[in-house]
């Protein structure tokens, strides 16, 4: 009934036009109306502002889901969804960047690492910023980039992996934890400056957390220890990640540059 209410006054205002233009018209009208109509119920907002094109905004929020469906009631982050962008990241060449916002309770394991993996060894700039939590498997995922930052109230749990489901009391279950456990550890220690020692102190902390074993670390705590670089929000972050990029393609012209000369 829209369409053809603003196809009659189309016709009244200009009579020259084509029924078929009136109509494309319309559409288009329509299709802009839906748009923002979809914006304002997805965002609360019908103006989404625009970003650069040459950097790339990934968030990890809520409940990391790995190979097994999260409950409906979590917010989660599903690794299918976040490996092919970050593959896409690296293959694009428009890209030139990318900022990593955590606010994770943590997860599964093996897609935990398996996302950190690919942040660490993209051939770009990458930051990572902690905002609210960085927690469990967190903790590698805000390690991965090449800076890190972690907002002054932000929190990051360290704490000994978990196995839900059937756990079978032999000394082979227990090898497999210490190996998944060793699998976290050293990716944390490859990726941060904090000390083996003191981070094997904090995962096993039986004074801090009082059903629990581990460490809570709140914003400045964790840069002290060597785990984040710096404490800051999101205008250091964009700030750190465009001075990286501009690092990057002097670094390349500079070696452009020689190997002509040569």
């Known amino acids: 009934m829209r369409n ?25 009208i329509g299709n802009k109306e839906n748009l923002s109509l979809s914006t304002i119920q997805t965002l609360g907002t019908n103006n989404v502002p625009r970003k650069e094109e040459n950097t790339h905004i ?16 979590n917010k989660s982050t599903k690794y299918e969804h976040i490996i092919p962008q970050l593959v896409a990241i690296e293959d694009n060449p ?35 910023l902690v905002l609210g939590g960085g927690h469990s498997i967190g903790v590698p995922l805000a ?18 992996i978990r196995m839900n489901g059937l756990v079978i009391g032999v000394p082979q279950t227990f090898n497999y934890f210490k190996k998944m456990q060793d699998r976290i550890v050293d990716f944390v220690l ?39 670089n710096e404490v800051g929000g999101l205008d250091k972050a964009m700030s750190k990640l465009k001075e990286l990029i501009r690092l990057t393609k002097k670094t390349e012209e500079e070696h452009i540059t020689s190997t002509s000369l040569q």
Do not use: C, W
């Not at 990934?58 to 009631?73: F, K, S, Y």
């Not at 428009?94 to 051939?123: F, H, Q, R």
């Open 4 to 28: 053809d209410f603003m196809d009659r006054q189309y016709r009244e205002l200009y009579p020259s036009l084509g029924s078929s233009k009136l109509q494309q018209e319309s559409e288009e």
């Open 58 to 73: 990934l968030t990890i929020i809520g409940h990391i889901e790995g190979h097994m469906v999260a409950p409906p009631q």
């Open 94 to 128: 428009n890209i030139e960047g990318l900022l990593v916002i955590l606010n994770t309770v943590g997860g599964d394991v093996e897609a935990g690492l398996a996302i950190s993996e690919l942040i660490y060894s993209l051939s770009k700039p990458k930051v990572t």
């Open 143 to 160: 390690t991965a980039g090449d800076y890190s930052f972690i907002a002054p109230t932000a929190t990051m749990t360290i704490h000994p």
């Open 190 to 228: 490859r990726s941060s400056s904090i000390e083996k020692d003191t981070f094997l102190q904090l995962m096993n902390s039986t004074d801090e957390l009082a059903n629990d074993i581990g460490t809570i670390l709140i914003g400045k705590e964790a840069v002290d220890l060597g785990l984040i």
